[in-house]
């Protein structure tokens, strides 16, 4: 079977550099963790992590609508395509946030660590009870000035398409009354497909769209938020 020279690349180059920068950043902003509470630092260290990322991968991104990014807090919701979705977004979103993701990555060693410790936030999927006390948490922190980054489609996209949307994301904003951010990602899934090593080089693109207010709103609004959010992405996709 012959090898093409993108895949050699890939395999020589780009993969090994990708697991040195993550493992080199990772053990820095370990090690500023206790001596940063809020988790500002680390989050800066991210940042320069998913730069240099995008630098290795020669991945260049563009941005439209950047000026739609409201001042935090937020709810922040885009589509899930590739495990490469999420340099992208902490590359290129200059704002604090912080994640709510499923738990079961707060129990990896060393990587759950260093979520908890960065102040991102867990959710219990498998438990409707638990998970409801990780969103009113979640909202409290966001009450208090933080935004929230969810991939509302919980899981990769294998086929490409726009998945459903769980409501959590849409229940914490609604909660906290702050604004939801759509956000599409395009390309991602050509960099680096579901099931695949082969990291490619390429364009990304991120697109913004209006802030979606959630001001007056309650609880039994968060279907009815989440299907307007995922029809706005839907059109951010196919926008020329």
């Known amino acids: 079977m012959k090898l093409s020279a993108s895949y050699l690349r890939a395999l020589l180059w780009t993969d090994p550099q990708v697991l040195l920068a993550t493992a080199a ?3 820095w902003s370990w090690s500023v963790s206790r001596r940063d ?5 680390q989050h800066a260290i991210a940042r320069r992590w998913a730069r240099r990322l995008l630098s290795i991968a020669r991945v260049e991104v563009e941005v439209d609508g950047r000026e739609r990014l409201p001042h ?13 979705d999420t340099p992208v977004i902490f590359a290129e979103l200059d704002l604090p946030f ?13 990587l759950g660590g ?23 948490r979640a909202a409290e922190r966001v009450k208090r000035g933080e935004s929230v980054f969810i991939f ?30 759509p956000l599409a990602l395009v390309g991602t899934r050509e960099i680096l497909p579901p099931g695949s090593h082969h990291l490619r080089p390429g364009r ?6 209006a802030p979606i207010a959630t001001t007056g709103l309650d609880s039994s609004q968060a279907a009815a938020l989440a ?10 996709l196919i926008e020329k």
């Open 25 to 27: 950043y990772g053990a």
């Open 37 to 41: 509470p809020d988790g500002s630092r």
């Open 72 to 84: 935090p807090p937020a709810v922040l919701v885009a589509n899930h395509l590739s495990y490469f």
């Open 98 to 110: 912080r994640i709510l993701a499923l738990d079961g990555l707060f129990r990896i060693p060393f």
């Open 114 to 136: 260093h979520l908890r410790r960065a102040q991102h936030i867990p959710v219990v999927q498998s438990d409707p009870r638990a998970a409801m006390r990780s969103l009113l």
């Open 152 to 181: 509302p489609e919980a899981h990769r996209s294998l086929s490409g398409e726009l998945q459903p949307f769980f409501s959590g994301a849409f229940l914490l904003a609604l909660k906290a009354q702050v604004p939801v951010v």
């Open 204 to 209: 990304v693109r991120l697109r913004v769209g």
């Open 227 to 236: 299907a307007q959010a995922r029809a706005r992405i839907g059109h951010l």
